[in-house]
């Protein structure tokens, strides 16, 4: 199982971008009323206002229709989401960001998210646009009985429950993995412009106080010669 979760992780990113959620994107789903949120975020800070963008849009879901089941991925979107709605979390994962993430890391999260019955899972995370931009991101994910209710997963041959099941726990682990990955170019693309913007903010205040610097210097060398000089004609 192990050898297996290794050989996988190589693959699964962009299988997990198109593939895994081709089943979810083809065919309609009931949503239900049971609804989950699995927010998708690090540990790791210093990217503008990905984690922050990340809240807001969680915040505003839970503003429009009440939230009661959540899992958090990553401190920060559970330090932002801990007041308004630390009651609805039902488990969280810390230690994310520090690594690349692995292909056991996402099964670990996919695990967590079926131990909890729900409707749909929606997969909040921050969609990878450019070097410049990223979009807050809901992946709706139905649940088994969801699929199960649809009849046209019945063109299939030999699918039965288990089938289904084993269906579904693979590939949410696929999206999750996805979505994490996602994150972490979201993260870093904003983290680059974050530290770029930095820089270029230290080097105009580095100009700005060398140039207040050099005036200050100038006064005091001017009024220093002035007074010598007064000094000077004072003793003549």
Same mark, same amino acid.
């Given at each position: 199982?192990?050898?297996?979760?290794g050989r996988?992780?190589?693959?699964n990113?962009?299988? !997990?971008?198109t !593939? $895994?959620?081709?089943?979810?994107t083809k065919?309609e789903?009931?949503?239900?009323?049971d609804k989950?949120?699995?927010a998708?975020?690090?540990?790791?800070?210093?990217c503008g206002g990905v984690?922050?963008?990340l809240?807001?849009?969680?915040?505003a +879901?839970?503003a429009e229709k009440?939230i009661?089941k959540t899992?958090i991925?990553?401190?920060?979107?559970?330090?932002?989401l801990q007041?308004t709605m630390?009651?609805?979390f039902l488990?969280?994962?810390?230690?994310v960001g520090k690594?690349p %993430?692995s292909?056991?890391?996402a099964?670990?999260v $996919?695990?967590?998210?079926l131990?909890?019955?729900?409707d749909t899972?929606d997969?909040?995370?921050?969609k990878?646009?450019?070097?410049?931009?990223?979009?807050?991101?809901?992946?709706?994910?139905p649940?088994v009985?969801?699929?199960? +209710?649809?009849?046209?997963?019945?063109n299939?041959d030999e699918?039965d429950?288990e089938?289904l099941?084993?269906?579904?726990e693979f590939?949410? +682990?696929n999206?999750?993995?996805?979505s994490i990955?996602e994150? =972490?170019?979201?993260?870093?693309?904003?983290? /680059?412009?974050? /530290?770029?913007n930095?820089t270029r903010?230290a080097g105009e /205040?580095i100009?700005?106080l060398t140039?207040?610097?050099?005036?200050?210097?100038?006064?005091v060398?001017?009024r220093e010669?002035? =007074?010598?000089?007064s000094? %000077?004609?004072?003793l003549e």
């Open positions: 199982k192990n050898h297996h979760r996988s992780s190589g693959i990113a962009e299988y !997990g971008g !593939g $895994a959620e081709s089943l979810y065919n789903f009931e949503s239900g009323e989950l949120i699995l998708i975020s690090s540990d790791r800070g210093l984690h922050s963008g809240g807001k849009a969680i915040k +879901a839970h009440p009661t899992i991925v990553g401190d920060k979107a559970k330090a932002i007041r630390g009651d609805t488990a969280t994962f810390n230690n690594k %993430a292909f056991t890391d099964i670990n $996919a695990e967590e998210v131990s909890h019955e729900a899972v997969i909040v995370y921050n990878f646009i450019n070097v410049v931009s990223y979009d807050s991101t809901t992946k709706p994910i649940g009985a969801s699929i199960e +209710a649809n009849d046209a997963i019945y299939y699918v429950s089938v099941k084993c269906y579904q590939t949410l +682990a999206i999750v993995y996805h990955r994150q =972490e170019c979201s993260e870093q693309s904003a983290r /680059m412009n974050a /530290m770029e930095a903010n /205040m100009d700005k140039l207040a610097y050099n005036r200050t210097r100038q006064a060398i001017t010669l002035i =007074e010598i000089i000094g %000077a004609n004072a």
